[in-house]
C-alpha cells in the first residue's frame, strides 16, 4: 500500500519543529509500523536527508521504548498494543497518518518523535521500592503466603512497561496511571506495606514536581494503556494518599 | 602453564563457594567510599550489581544506552526463572540444578560455577519475593511453579509469560533506591565506547552521550560489564535492536580473551520470518511446548499443498501428520532441549516439509491440548457426555487462562487465530552462550574488568537450559559480585581518585574520536542495515544451526571482505554532535563486522558437535550431535591479535569431578 | 526526602477537595430540587418549605455561607487545575484524537461549568440578590405566601426559560462525568460496587436536571 506520513521533525529539544509530509509505497500488511519507519529512514538516507530518529528496542511490546502518538492516539488505533506490535495491516492504501511524539512537559523533546521520559525514573526513585538489601538473607519466599487475588492483581499493575502512553493520552498530562500501577502493586503486596503511606506520598510529590498535570478522571490513560493498567489503580493511590496524609504528623 | 587462571577454590564442590567467601579479602566501609566502579549495562545482572555494590559502600556509576535503566532487554524474558526451592516436593536439589544445567550445556560449562549458580538460586527467589516481585501464585498463596524444556521437574518460578519484567523491575527498583540514595550515579542514554587500561588495569571508560554526541571520560577502580549478548550479529534475532556486542568487543581489543564464541543459542520456538523488511524475531515462550504438539506433514505433497493455501492443516488426519519430536525423542517428547528441537525443524524444514510460504515453518498445535484440557474441565463441572463443541469451549478457556497473552501477541503479528489453526514456529537466534571469559571471581583476563550475565561464558557451556538465563544474570549481580570483587579492590584502597586526564584516558578518547569522524564523514552509498543484513545472512547460513569447515572458511572469507566494503561504502547521515541513532548503529555493526569473523573461527577450530554448535562432520548415524571429550572437552579462549581472524587460542581444559560424562540423550 | 507539601498543594489533595465539594453539591442538589418540585402540585407546601429556608437561622446563617464557600471553592479549584492541567502540555498535538479514548463530557468539564458558573451568576441576580435585598437590605415584612407567586412570575418571560433549559442540559453533561468521577478521586473504586455507582449517577445526571426542566416548562406552560 501507499501513505503519506505527516510525521513530526525537531532537530533537538531547543528547536522549534513542525509537521513534514512524506510518502512511502509499497507497505506490506504484515510490517509493523516501525519497520514501515525503517523503510522511510532508508529512503531518506538514499537521499541525503536526516532520518526520523524515534526510539524502538525490544519490538515486542514489553521493554516501553518505543512511543508515537499516531493519528492523535498514543500507538496507534488498536487497543492494547504498543507501537511496535502495531501492523500496517490495520492502515488502508492511501491513508493519511500523523506520526507526533508524546506531548507533556514532563516528556521533553530530544529528537523528532524521541522524548526523554526521565521523568518516570525519577518518580520511581522517590520511593517505587521496597527497601530491602540485596543480601538474599531475606525471609524464605514461601514464609509470607499472599492471597492469590491480590498477588494477581499486584501483577497486573506490576505490568507497566512505562512507555508513558497514558500522559500521552491525557488531555491534562497526568501521570497518575503510571505512578499509581507502582503504588498499587507494592500496596497489595504485604511486603510493600510497610512503606506504603510513606510512598505514595514521596511519589505523588515527584509527580507533582516534575510537571505532570493532575488527574480529572477521564480515562483515557486506561483507554490507550497497553498494557490495560486499570484505572482501579488510580482510585487506590487516590485511596493511599488520602489516608497517608490524614495519619502522618 | 595456561594463561588461564580460573581460580577455582579448592575441595569438594558443594563447599568450594562458601570456603571462597571466607578466603577472599574484604573490603573495609571506610575504604569502600574511596572507590569507585563502574557498571555497563542495566539488565538482570548489571542493575542487579550496581544495587548491591552501592548498597554495601561503592560508589557507583551505571550506564546503560536505552533511555532508562528499566527498559534493558532482560525484560523481555517470558517464561520463568528456575530454583532449587524444591517447593513441589517433585525431588529437586541443588545437585539436580547444577546437574540438569551441566548436561543441558552438553558438558561444556564449568562445574564450581555452575554448583555456584545452583546453590544461590534459591536466594534469588526469596530476595525477588522480599522486593515485590508478584510471581504467580496458588490459591494457598504460596509460589507457584511450572516445568521447563530439558528438566523432569517443576522447578521454575514464574509471573505469567512477564518474568523477565518482573525480575528486572525488581533490581530496577533496587537501583532506583541507591539512586535516590547518591550512591549510584545513573547515566541514561550513554554507550561504553571503550575501556582504558592504566599500567596493566582497567581503570575507566570512554562513554558517548548518545543525545549530545559528546565522548566522556569515566574513571573507576573497577569496571563491571554487564552488556548482554552478541546474538545481533545475525541480524535478525529475538534480542532488542540495540542489544549489541560493543562493549564486549571493545574489552576484547584490549585484552579481555573472547571465551566459545561460536556456542549461540538457536530457539526453537519463534514467529517465522514474514518477509524481506523484518526488523527482528519474536519469541513465543518456551513454555508453549507444554502444551503444544509440533509436526509437519508425513507426505511432501500435503507439505506442498499447505505452502500454496490448497490445504488447511487442520484438513490433514492424524495419521498424516509426523509428530517429529515424539517420534524421535519419546522420553522427553516436545520438551527436549532447545537446540535438539531446533535442529529437528530445520531438518524437517530442509527435507522439504516446511509448511509457510517460504517453507521455514514447523506446526505447533494446541489441537490436543484443547481437546484434553476441555474434558477434564467438563469433568470438574460435572458435565456427562459432553458434545464436542462444549469440549472445544471448555478446553479453549483453559489454554488461554495458560497462554492467552502470547496466543494474543502470535494472532497481533501473525493475524491468525491459534485457538482455530496451529502457530506456524521456527528457530531463531535468541542467546549466546559464548561471551568474555571469566575466572571464578567474574573476572576477565584484564585486571580490574569484570563479566556477568550473558555477557560471560561461564555457565550455560554449549547450551543454555529455559529458565536459567534470568537465574544467571541474577546470582552474578546480586550474589556473586558483591563478594568477589572485594578480592581485587582491598588491593586498591590506596590507589585514591583516579584521574582522567592521564594520556591514556586521552589516546582511547581520541581514538574513538577518530573512528567517530570516519564512519560520519564517509561518503558512502549505502546505509548501515545493508550491512548488517548481509552480515546476518552470511552468519545464518554458515555460522547457524549447522556448519561445515568449508562453510566456515568461505565465511570467514566473506565477513572480511564485507568489513572492508563497509568501512568504504557505508553512509552514516547526520550529524555526530546530537543524537544520530544511524551514527550508533554504525559503531555497533563495525564491531559485529569483525566478532562474526571470530565466531566462524572459533566454529571452525571446534570439530565436534556440542549443544548450539553443530558441526555437520560430527553426527551419528542418526543424525544426533557428535561431542568428542578426549580432545574438546575445553573452553576456547581467544586472544586479539590485532585482527579477529588473527586471534590466537587459548584453552581451558574443564575437569569433570562430580558428574560423569555422557552423551546427552533425551530418547 | 524533600518535604511534603500539605495535602491541598499537592494534585491528590486537590482532587480530593474537588471531589468533596462536588458531592456536597450534588447532595444539595437534590435538596433544593426536592422543595422547588412541590410548587408543580402544592403551592402551599412550597410557601412554607420556601419560608422556612428563608428565614430559619440555621440556613440561613451556617448552611448557606457553607454552600456558597463550597460552590465557590468547587469552580475556583476547577480554574487552577484546569489552568495547570492546559500548563502541563505546551506543545499541543497537531492531531488529538480524544474520542478514541473518552467521552467528550470528561474532557470538557470547564466549558460545562463555566456555561453553569454563568447561570449561578444570572441565578443570583436573579433571585438570591432580590431575596437578599427583600429580608436584609429594605427589611420588608415577612410574607409566608410571596415564593409561589413569584415563581410563576418569573417563568413567565421566555428568555429566563431557555436559560434555565440551556444551563440543566449543561449540568446534566457536567454530572454525567462528574458524578461517579467524584467516587473514583474519593478512591472509592471497586469492581463490585463501581458499576452501580455509575448506574446511579448516570440516572441522577440525567433525572435531577429533567426535573429542573420540567418544572420550568410546566410553570411557563401554566402561564400562558
Redesign the interface.
Known sequence: MDLTL?V?RQPNGSTK?K?EDYQVSGIDGDMSFLEMMDILNEQLIEKGEDPVAFDHDCREGICGMCSM?I???PHG?EKATTTCQLHMRKFKNGDTI?I?PF????FP?VKDLAVDRSSFDRIIQ??GYISVNTSGNTLDGNAIPVEKKNADMAFNAATCIGCGACVA?C????A?LFTSAKVSQLALLPQGRVEAS?RV??M??Q??LE??????????CA??CPKEIS??N?????????SA?IS?E | MSVLDSKIPSGPIAQKWTKHKNDIKLVNPANKRNIDVIVIGTGLAGSSAAASLAEMGYNVKAFCFQDSPRRAHSIAAQGGINAAKNYQNDGDSVYRLFYDTVKGGDYRSREANVYRLAEVSTNIIDQAVAQGVPFARDYGGQLDNRSFGGVQVSRTFYAKGQTGQQLLLGAYSALSRQISKGKVKMYNRHEMMDIVMVDGKCRGIIAKNLVTGELERHSGHAVVMCSGGYGNVFFLSTNAMGSNCSAAWRAHKKGAFFANPCYTQIHPTCIPVSGEHQSKLTLMSESLRNDGRIWVPKKKEDAEAIRQGKKKPTELSEDERDYYLERRYPSFGNLVPRDVASRAAKERCDAGFGVNKTGQAVFLDFASAIKRYGKTEANIQGIDNPSNEKIQELGKKAVEAKYGNLFEMYEKIVDDNPYETPMMIFPAVHYTMGGIWVDYNLMTTVPGLYALGEANFSDHGANRLGASALMQGLADGYFVIPYTIGDYLAEEIRTGPISVDGPEFERSEKEMDDRINQLINNKGSHSVDFFHKKLGKIMWDECGMSRNADGLKQAMKDIRALREEFWKDVKVPGRRDGFNPELDKALRVADFLELGELMCKDALSREESAGGHFREEYQTEEGEALRRDDEYAFVSAWEYKGDPGEAELHKEELTFENIELKTRSYK | ??S??G?FN???????AMALSALFLIIFLIQHFTINVTSTFSPETFNSWSHFMGTNPLVQFVLQPVLLFGVTLHFVLGFI?TA???????????????N????WM??N?IWSGLFILFFLGFHFYDFWIPEINYKYIERLPADETRYYHEVQEMFHNPVRVVIYVLSFIFLSLHLL?GF??SF????????KYFPAIEKFGKLYSILIPAGFIFIALFHYINSL
Not at chain 1, 171 to 174: G, H, R, T, V
Not at chain 1, 211 to 220: K, M, T
Not at chain 1, 234 to 242: D, P, S
Not at chain 3, 10 to 16: D, E, L, N, P
Open positions: 505527516k513530526w519543529g509537521m502518538q493519528n492523535g492516539e488505533p500523523y507526533e506531548r507533556a512537559n514532563g523533546v522517590a520511593g493520552a488531555p491534562n498530562a497526568s497518575m510513606k506520598q514521596n505523588v510529590h509527580m507533582d510537571g505532570f498535570g493532575n488527574c480529572s478522571n477521564v480515562g483515557a483507554e490507550e484505572l482501579e488510580i482510585a487506590r493511590m487516590n485511596r493511599e494518599y488520602l496524609s502522618s | 526526602m524533600s511534603q507539601s495535602i499537592s494534585s491528590i489533595g486537590r482532587k480530593i487545575l495547570r492541567n492546559r500548563g502541563a502540555r505546551d506543545v499541543k498535538y497537531v492531531r488529538y484524537n480524544g478514541a479514548h473518552s467521552s470528561s474532557r468539564m462525568h461517579q468521577s473514583q478521586s474519593m478512591g472509592a473504586r471497586n469492581p
